[in-house]
């Protein structure tokens, strides 16, 4: 192919803004986009070299993946195995599993696959997962096992290309956006939804638009496109739902680029600029180092967020390997000159055979516990320092079962304590208050299911399940008189916005009833409001009443492994890190305030604004309150909350009286 300098430069344009969104640059809240340019630009260069082999008769499965192999695999060798030996030295035992896992996938192509395994209710913080960028790697790998052969047979029997690709074209766009509204997990890390991108690229390469004529037509469409995918980075932002409609303005902005540019036009002379061409030459080590380098200061550091400087050393750190990997490692490798195919195997095998046998070490060592000291060790241990009735009693069961019953010994149940994980993570708080009014109860929880009666959350591949679960609870209630009164706990601000923050709005949920079925914003919010007023006033005519038990604060970071990191690593804790007042927090409050204020038999119990005085802590006597980002301990629960939640309910019974 003919060199064309413009695409280097749109490469840079596509791995900058990752890199510094990565980094924690708020401005560059589109960052992300960078992925899907690539997708298009990688698309459209592999199938101008695929369909020109073919039409000249020269193309050969080997040859093209000889070329695959030399692009992608050396580099990632050495990163994989550079990863691996910084989690060994910087990271927990649990880093070390995750890497030593991931790792093992990344070699083979399939790391999308298992970080899309790894998503869900409970998954490890993505912060800290090393090697969680190659998922894009196994994207692309995967396409082009596909493409060649497809390609292949549609010239072998005499298809018209174009028409295919016209055609196919707009199917995958629909499959990605049916993923995205339904199975966003899918959607973000698997193939059928990123596919439409990587064919954009096929469709200019078989030239499905054919080319016009006129310079300066070409030359606005390829000034649009540069706008577009500029703009891009600053209009898209983490809480909007993606890969989607949004995906269009980056991927069809790339796509107008490579379509119009030239090399006369004002698009292609900035993109050919020097400095945008060598970052575009490196770009993929450059992808390649930075988020290894990010999370490797994370860790280090024990900074979840990196502060201004520490992420400056960290882009300048990636852009010093990126050039020095490019040099040493892309440019050898790749040259069939330089260096032959078998010595590419080997090489790359080597890397590859010495990253595995250090996997296995850490997978088959658990991690190497034996690293840590005893203060690291003691942070941890908040990690598993989980309520037993949580896990044990999760999902229906008869209310008589003794085994999930709490509070005064001996006692008929006469509560109940409904919710998802957050209700049974706060369960010792209320048997505090049980044992001293000697009364007794028993735990109601599934995981990712508020108790929001008349609601479903989509996408959500629990909602059947939660929706049963809630059915069956007020059947269970219904037929047990002696149930005097209903808590109800929850996530509530993840529940009322839809976005659980270590997971942005790609996950993004929606509530949906019989009346309102549209996924968006504003009729979530409708319906949760009408869902807890309706559940509110369902138990209160079984004759219970009803206490809302406000949502804990949220750390953002993982509190016990985020102290457990700066102890291994000898660093200042983040104990002084403390969690302050939000809109979200002050606007829930409004809404659960407003709806048990006109009844005597439901009340409303703000927790963040009890436990924090004036600011939120996460130890208390250097010990971690949270057993995760957003989950108390059973200690924190019982010893911490309980007294507060003690006060708040009599408190609230003495309003009734």
Same mark, same amino acid.
């Given at each position: 192919?003919?060199?064309?300098?413009e695409?280097?430069?749109?490469?840079?344009l596509?791995?900058?803004?990752?890199?510094?969104?990565?980094a924690? $640059?708020?401005?560059?809240?589109g960052?992300?986009?960078?992925?899907? &340019?690539f #997708?298009? !630009? =990688?698309?459209? /260069?592999?199938?101008?070299?695929?369909?020109?082999e073919?039409e000249?008769s020269?193309?050969t499965?080997?040859?093209?993946?000889?070329r695959?192999?030399?692009r992608i695999?050396?580099?990632?060798?050495v990163?994989?195995?550079?990863?691996?030996l910084?989690?060994?030295?910087f990271g927990?035992?649990e880093?070390?599993?995750?890497?030593?896992n991931?790792?093992?996938?990344?070699?083979?192509?399939l790391?999308?696959?298992y970080f899309w395994s790894?998503?869900?209710y409970?998954s490890?913080a993505?912060?800290?997962q090393?090697?969680?960028?190659?998922?894009?790697l196994?994207?692309?790998?995967?396409?082009?096992?596909?493409?060649?052969?497809?390609?292949f047979l549609i010239?072998?029997?005499? $298809?018209r290309l174009?028409p295919?690709?016209?055609?196919g074209?707009? &199917?995958? #766009?629909l !499959? =990605?956006l049916? /993923?995205?509204?339904n199975?966003?997990?899918?959607?973000f890390?698997?193939?059928?939804?990123?596919?439409?991108?990587?064919?954009?690229?096929?469709?200019l390469?078989c030239g499905?638009?054919?080319?016009?004529?006129?310079?300066k037509?070409n030359?606005?469409i390829?000034?649009?496109?540069?706008?577009?995918?500029?703009?891009?980075?600053?209009?898209?932002n983490?809480?909007?739902q993606?890969p989607?409609?949004?995906?269009?303005?980056?991927?069809v902005?790339a796509a107008a680029?490579?379509?119009?540019s030239n090399?006369?036009g004002?698009?292609s002379?900035?993109?050919s600029l020097p400095?945008?061409?060598f970052?575009?030459?490196i770009?993929?080590?450059?992808?390649?180092?930075?988020?290894p380098?990010f999370?490797?200061?994370?860790?280090?550091?024990?900074?979840?967020?990196?502060?201004?400087?520490?992420?400056?050393?960290?882009?300048?750190i990636s852009?010093?390997?990126?050039?020095l990997?490019?040099?040493y490692v892309e440019?050898?490798?790749?040259?069939i000159?330089?260096?032959?195919?078998?010595r590419?195997?080997?090489?790359?095998?080597?890397?590859?055979?010495v990253?595995?046998l250090?996997a296995?070490i850490?997978i088959?060592g658990?991690?190497?516990?034996?690293?840590?000291?005893?203060?690291t060790?003691?942070f941890?241990s908040a990690?598993?320092?989980?309520?037993?009735?949580?896990?044990?009693?999760?999902?229906?069961?008869?209310?008589?079962?003794h085994a999930c019953?709490?509070g005064?010994?001996?006692?008929?149940?006469?509560?109940?304590l409904l919710?998802?994980?957050?209700?049974?993570?706060?369960r010792s708080?209320i048997?505090?208050w049980?044992?001293?009014?000697?009364?007794?109860?028993?735990?109601?929880?599934l995981?990712?299911?508020p108790?929001?009666?008349?609601?479903?959350?989509?996408?959500?591949?629990?909602?059947?399940e939660?929706?049963?679960?809630?059915?069956a609870?007020?059947?269970a209630?219904e037929?047990?008189?002696?149930?005097?009164t209903v808590?109800?706990?929850?996530?509530?601000?993840?529940?009322?916005?839809?976005?659980a923050?270590?997971i942005?709005?790609?996950f993004?949920?929606y509530?949906?009833?019989?009346?309102h079925s549209?996924?968006?914003?504003?009729?979530s919010i409708?319906?949760?409001e009408?869902?807890?007023?309706?559940?509110s006033?369902?138990?209160?005519k079984?004759?219970?009443?009803?206490i809302?038990?406000?949502?804990?604060?949220?750390t953002?970071?993982?509190?016990?492994?985020?102290l457990a990191?700066a102890s291994?690593?000898?660093?200042?804790?983040q104990a002084?890190i403390?969690i302050?007042?939000s809109?979200?927090?002050?606007?829930?409050?409004?809404?659960?305030?407003?709806?048990?204020?006109?009844?005597m038999?439901?009340h409303?119990i703000?927790i963040?604004r009890?436990?924090?005085?004036?600011?939120?802590?996460?130890?208390?006597?250097?010990?971690?309150?949270?057993s995760?980002?957003?989950h108390?301990?059973?200690?924190?629960?019982?010893?911490?909350?309980?007294?507060?939640?003690?006060?708040?309910?009599?408190?609230s019974?003495r309003?009734?009286?």
């Amino acid at each position: 192919m003919k060199y064309r300098p413009e695409i280097d430069g749109l490469r840079s344009l596509a791995v900058i803004p990752v890199v510094l969104f990565h980094a924690g $640059l708020d401005v560059f809240s589109g960052g992300f986009i960078g992925v899907d &340019i690539f #997708f298009v !630009i =990688s698309g459209y /260069l592999i199938a101008k070299i695929i369909i020109s082999e073919i039409e000249n008769s020269s193309f050969t499965y080997l040859g093209f993946y000889e070329r695959r192999i030399r692009r992608i695999f050396p580099a990632l060798a050495v990163v994989t195995l550079v990863c691996l030996l910084a989690t060994f030295s910087f990271g927990l035992p649990e880093h070390v599993i995750q890497t030593s896992n991931s790792g093992l996938f990344a070699l083979i192509g399939l790391s999308n696959f298992y970080f899309w395994s790894q998503s869900g209710y409970f998954s490890p913080a993505s912060e800290y997962q090393i090697l969680l960028h190659t998922w894009s790697l196994g994207v692309e790998e995967q396409f082009y096992l596909l493409l060649p052969p497809i390609i292949f047979l549609i010239y072998k029997f005499r $298809l018209r290309l174009i028409p295919v690709i016209a055609v196919g074209l707009p &199917i995958l #766009f629909l !499959i =990605s956006l049916w /993923l995205s509204q339904n199975k966003p997990s899918v959607a973000f890390y698997l193939l059928p939804a990123r596919a439409w991108e990587l064919s954009i690229g096929v469709a200019l390469a078989c030239g499905v638009i054919p080319k016009s004529g006129s310079t300066k037509f070409n030359e606005l469409i390829a000034i649009t496109g540069l706008f577009m995918v500029i703009s891009s980075v600053f209009l898209i932002n983490k809480q909007m739902q993606f890969p989607g409609w949004v995906a269009l303005l980056p991927c069809v902005g790339a796509a107008a680029i490579i379509y119009a540019s030239n090399n006369t036009g004002l698009a292609s002379s900035i993109l050919s600029l020097p400095p945008l061409r060598f970052v575009g030459l490196i770009s993929y080590s450059l992808y390649l180092w930075h988020w290894p380098v990010f999370v490797g200061l994370r860790m280090y550091t024990a900074e979840p967020h990196l502060s201004p400087l520490i992420a400056s050393i960290g882009i300048t750190i990636s852009f010093i390997l990126a050039v020095l990997t490019w040099h040493y490692v892309e440019k050898p490798f790749r040259s069939i000159s330089r260096m032959s195919f078998r010595r590419v195997l080997v090489g790359t095998s080597s890397i590859g055979a010495v990253s595995i046998l250090v996997a296995i070490i850490g997978i088959s060592g658990s991690g190497l516990p034996s690293r840590l000291s005893e203060n690291t060790q003691q942070f941890l241990s908040a990690t598993q320092d989980i309520d037993p009735l949580r896990e044990h009693c999760e999902g229906i069961h008869p209310l008589s079962q003794h085994a999930c019953q709490f509070g005064a010994p001996e006692t008929p149940i006469d509560f109940v304590l409904l919710g998802d994980s957050h209700a049974g993570a706060i369960r010792s708080a209320i048997e505090k208050w049980a044992i001293s009014s000697g009364r007794a109860g028993t735990l109601l929880w599934l995981r990712g299911c508020p108790m929001l009666l008349g609601a479903t959350k989509v996408p959500d591949f629990r909602s059947v399940e939660c929706t049963e679960f809630k059915k069956a609870v007020y059947k269970a209630i219904e037929a047990t008189p002696s149930i005097k009164t209903v808590f109800i706990a929850g996530r509530w601000e993840q529940a009322y916005t839809g976005i659980a923050p270590e997971i942005g709005g790609s996950f993004r949920t929606y509530w949906i009833d019989n009346t309102h079925s549209e996924h968006t914003p504003d009729v979530s919010i409708r319906v949760f409001e009408n869902a807890l007023e309706r559940t509110s006033r369902t138990f209160e005519k079984l004759g219970a009443e009803v206490i809302f038990v406000g949502a804990v604060p949220e750390t953002g970071f993982d509190v016990p492994r985020v102290l457990a990191l700066a102890s291994h690593n000898q660093h200042s804790s983040q104990a002084d890190i403390v969690i302050r007042d939000s809109e979200i927090k002050s606007t829930l409050d409004s809404v659960f305030q407003r709806i048990t204020e006109t009844s005597m038999n439901s009340h409303y119990i703000s927790i963040w604004r009890n436990f924090c005085d004036p600011n939120c802590v996460i130890t208390r006597n250097g010990i971690p309150l949270y057993s995760d980002d957003d989950h108390l301990t059973l200690t924190a629960a019982r010893d911490f909350l309980g007294p507060i939640l003690t006060q708040e309910i009599v408190r609230s019974a003495r309003r009734v009286h």
